[in-house]
């Protein structure tokens, strides 16, 4: 039963090792092609947006104009943040690297309950013995 219970304790580290070094490697190119993406700066692209357009009849002109600007800044603001995006890797991994920690170690302590609670579990023996006649 002990050889049972550490089997099963390395084969779920294992995936769970598995399990979270393929996220940080997806996190890891997520966050770079996030760093790499550039948004369109240029004013005049917004000012004829046609997704901005259709509000054009229930807005007025100098509401469009401040929505317009508002976008742009936004535009302009993400461009600013995006690369730095990249360099999140790094924090990320080590909060990643603290979550793999605890669920080894919650794996661990499951298994040397486990492996307790099997070392004091005893054969049964028979209540009584028959012997031949």
Request: glycine fraction near 10%.
């Amino acid at each position: 039963m002990k050889k049972i219970i550490w089997i099963t304790f390395a084969a779920l580290a294992a995936l769970w090792t598995g399990l979270v070094t393929v996220a940080l490697q997806l996190m890891h190119w997520v966050l770079a092609a996030i760093g790499a993406v550039q948004l369109p700066p240029g004013s005049s692209g917004v000012a004829t947006s046609p997704e901005l357009a259709w509000l054009a009849p229930w807005l007025g002109p100098q509401a469009m104009q401040s929505l317009q600007e508002g976008v742009l800044a936004s535009v302009q603001g993400l461009n600013a943040i995006l690369p730095a995006a990249a360099g999140l890797g790094s924090w990320i991994a080590v909060l990643v690297g603290i979550v793999w920690g605890l669920g080894v170690a919650g794996l661990l302590i499951l298994a040397l309950v486990l492996h307790k609670l099997a070392g004091r579990r005893q054969p049964t023996l028979p209540s009584h013995t028959v012997s031949p006649h």
